[in-house]
């Protein structure tokens, strides 16, 4: 059996130095007994530890001061273990004094010493000593560090994420700071640092590129203290070797490793898992004195504890994955060498961002024809980032993510769980309107603004059903209607805001599609549906929202190819309004001269028209006549400067710039929907239909 000294010995239930005296005396440790606890307060508690575990009171292990007083008493082994898990400020000489004694095996907590050059001194004194010094960083030796670096290996060119979080409320980081002054890297994520030194061959002296997420790292002073609440950051070895670290002191309470590629999350562990967070409450119930967070690493104690021990007792094998101390010296040589560093780069970062001005980082969801009609508008916007492009038709989508160096997804929610800097700001839905749904609900409980192409929904009790869970998600659902980021419309509408033709009496628009859709595009639409809504809107814009009270409409194929699929091809669409005025939409799916969209405006006192651009302004006359360029091919071209202007001002309402308000909400939407629903009610029964508001 191997001799056990617990050098230590703290809060019952809550320190290291007690659990590992009560794993080893309880017999868990295979091999191991517990001889002796050296601690001046564990010599205090001496009545209470008897009544609690019996081997002291049988004399079987015993209590003393000092290791000194432990080696008049008792004969210290060639293969005795002490383990020293005291005081930092104490473990210094807690540690020279085990081996000044005779102790030749030691196991060390974590971090072994207050400062490097403490650390490096004992290394070097260890090793004139002869003595084999391991250190306690368990997470060496936990399951989920162990999957995930299994995971890893099938999954070539991926990276893993180290991350942990504590539990710490914002209001609590005055204290957390001071209570833990040495600084993050030298205790929360100490032992993430050992992993990547262990497994990755990170050393200072490795380390070719360091590169720390600004976006989601913070570095706060609190009091007299200066450290990070979140950190997250990158490192690359000359080798090439890449492994992440991420810390939030206010992030929960658990460990995870994450093996990514490409932005696109593929396997994921955690500690504890759902195994092990299962079973904790009967654990803490069994043992309601002792710290969860103790409970919840009692395997990787007990395995690192009978590492050793085998090792002691048999002289092999090296105890695998047990940080030697030698590491321990360059995990803190690398905690000092990063703390500086990364505190510079950050601050570096917040200069920058002062600076220059703020981005909106959109999620582009859906790359067909309107995603990439889109995405080149959100690309050349200056407060715009293009960050991932999402569709369920990845390979699809591949081409269009490669174009503009972007992120690819295959849902939403995939490209959100990858965001682990923080750079969707917002949600572009570009999707068929039949799954529109299911993206603006996991935008909306994502907290991210939301662009959706027109129509929101099907039907209007649909469309109010989605504004309303993003006016409980306190999130904006914008609505395109792009005729309303049209110059020229837009000079339409103020000059009949102005009263400049005085009260309108009738309104004429003719919409003539170009080029002609296929007719696989075309089956089972209507044009009375997908097209009128836009002109509908902008009627409704100029009327100050009045809706109409009568619809009429009909619809024709013009072709036997169209009659047989049962698809029209022109319509024409007449609403009366209760002010007395009549406006009328025609639509004809086969402009073959170009694009041709115009709008007509009657008024007592005159008449507004917008008329359709060519593709130049070049005039020419000569002998056959006068010559202008032809339209423009479609609406893309057509209307070019409103889809940019459609980008900028939702990129400042995700910016939160003062004034900027989408100005199309619930009501535009759903009386965009209902009218355009009646006209195709009317086309089906032949006969006017009443509209109901």
Known sequence: MVEVCVVGFGTPGRSMAWYHAKQVLEGRVPGA?????????????????????????????????????????????????????????????????????????????????PTLPELEKMSQYADAK?????????????????????????????????????????????????????????????????????????TVSSLKDVIVETEFSKLET?????????????LTTHDGNCVGVKADRCGGNNSRAIVSKGGKKLFTSEMPDAEAARKLPALVSKEPTVSPNLLISDEEYLDLKHKLCVFARRGVPVPANMPTLNQGVEVLRLAEHLTPLLMARLQASKRRKLQAPKKCGIALVGAGRMGVLRSGHIFANPMAELVCIIDSYVEGAKKLAEKYDCGLYSSLQEALDADVSGKITAVWVAVPTSVKEGVINVAAAAKKPIFTEKPVAETPEEISKLFAVCKAAAVPLCCGFQRRFDTSYVAMKNTVANGDIGKIVLINVMFGDHPTPPLEYLAGASPLLDMSPHDVDFIGWLLEGEEPEEVYATASSSTQAFKD?????HALLVAKYGSGTTATISISLG??????????????????????????????????????????????????????????????????????QWPIDEKACVVAQKVAMTANQSNESGSVQKYKK
């Open 130 to 202: 002869g003595v084999h010094v391991f250190m306690g960083y368990n997470k060496n030796v936990a399951s989920y560090v162990t999957k995930a670096r299994q995971a890893q290996e099938t999954y070539p060119g991926s990276q893993i994420l180290l991350e942990h979080n504590n539990p710490y409320k914002t209001e609590e980081l005055d204290s957390c700071f001071e209570i833990n002054s040495e600084g993050m890297l030298k205790n929360m994520a100490i032992h993430e640092l050992m992993l990547a030194i262990t497994f990755f061959g990170v």
């Open 591 to 660: 402009a073959v001269y170009g694009y041709d969209n115009r709008v007509e405006v009657f008024g007592t006192k005159g008449r507004l028209v917008v008329e359709t651009p060519a593709e130049t302004t070049l005039t020419k006359q000569d002998l056959m006549g006068t010559h202008t360029a032809r339209l423009q091919h479609s609406f893309p071209q057509r209307f070019f400067q409103a889809f940019g202007a459609e980008v900028d001002l939702f990129v400042r309402i995700c910016l939160q710039e003062d004034g900027a």
């Open 565 to 569: 699929a049962n698809v029209c091809d």
């Open 33 to 113: 007994k517990l001889t002796s606890i050296v601690s001046p307060s564990g010599c205090g508690c001496a009545k209470m530890l008897e009544e609690t575990w019996p081997a002291i009171k049988d004399g079987k292990c015993k209590l003393y001061h000092t290791v000194a007083e432990l080696a008049k008493d008792q004969t210290i082994k060639s293969n005795s273990v002490a383990v020293v898990a005291c005081r930092t400020s104490d473990m210094p000489q807690r540690v020279n004094d085990a081996m000044d004694h005779g102790f030749k095996f030691i196991y060390l907590e974590k971090p072994g010493a």
């Open 222 to 234: 609190r009091g007299a203290y200066t450290d990070f609440s979140h950190l997250q950051f990158t």
